[in-house]
């Protein structure tokens, strides 16, 4: 995003974050309003420009906000018009409101105490979405209507997930679509992973992903975090998944860093420097 949306983006996190003393659920609610206006504006380009419009002064802009969506939550409502006073790009006025609704459920999140909890489902979710082939082109057809996508989700996880977990799987489910506004939702997967880090980073946690070929036993991952913590100066929160094709060793990736130990790769490594 541009500079001016990343200080939109910021103004409205900071009316968000002055409210405290909330309810989980009362996050989780301004959040599914700001998914709502967010719709509305990626479906109107015409809003959207009007919304941003440097014509306009902020106090006009505020109000056309108030006429549009006049069952907005007052906070949800308060975050959007703070955002609106340095938002000029109408391209990315929609990323502006989705990043808001993701930072209200992880505020939410915070609020009980299960921001990990919650990125650990989220990377369930991904794991599966990996996992399966037919389900990951079934939820990430662009060809088909997002709605209809996110029904199929609903129809695979059941209550398996929380709310703020089953909400969020769903905007990213949603974002993944030919006529998505939102910056980068490239991938389903890849949008459920930088969600996941962002659930860590609110619980004060730098996620590590762990490919291995067997379950790790305690006293592996507890040393396997000792490393990583010593290493970025940060809690760790392993997230570890079995794969049978990590052939011995590990793979670790934390942040864009990915850590290839296994036997694997090593055996390809030596015969291309053999090759060489």
Request: proline share 3%; charged share 25%.
């Amino acid at each position: 995003m541009r500079a001016s949306s990343r200080q939109a983006l910021e103004k409205g996190k900071e009316v968000i974050a002055g409210q405290t003393g909330v309810a989980a659920e009362t996050c989780y609610a301004w959040a599914d309003d700001l998914f709502v206006l967010s719709d509305l504006v990626q479906g109107s380009s015409r809003i959207a420009l009007a919304l941003t419009d440097p014509a306009r002064s902020h106090e006009d802009r505020s109000g056309l906000l108030t006429a549009l969506a006049e069952n907005l939550s007052d906070i949800a409502r308060e975050a959007v018009i703070a955002a609106l006073a340095t938002a000029h790009s109408s391209q990315e006025l929609p990323t502006v409101i989705e990043r808001l609704g993701e930072y209200a459920v992880r505020y939410g999140a915070q609020a009980e105490g299960k921001t990990i909890e919650i990125a650990d489902e989220v990377f369930s979710l991904e794991q599966f979405v990996r996992a399966n082939q037919q389900v990951r082109s079934a939820l990430s057809d662009r060809n088909r209507d997002p709605k209809y996508r996110v029904r199929l989700l609903q129809e695979l996880i059941g209550g398996q997930l929380s709310r703020p977990a089953a909400t969020l799987a769903a905007r990213a489910v949603k974002a993944v679509s030919r006529d998505s506004k939102i910056e980068g939702s490239v991938s389903l997967t890849g949008t459920l992973r930088h969600i996941r880090r962002d659930l860590a980073a609110a619980g004060d946690a730098l996620v590590a992903t762990v490919q291995v070929a067997m379950p790790l036993e305690p006293a592996q991952a507890e040393r396997l975090r000792d490393i990583l913590s010593q290493r970025y100066q940060k809690n760790i929160h392993l997230q570890v998944s079995v794969d049978p094709s990590v052939v011995g060793g590990m793979k670790v990736r934390v942040g864009s860093q990915v850590f290839d130990g296994s036997v694997a790769t090593i055996i390809q490594e030596t015969k291309q420097k053999l090759a060489g």
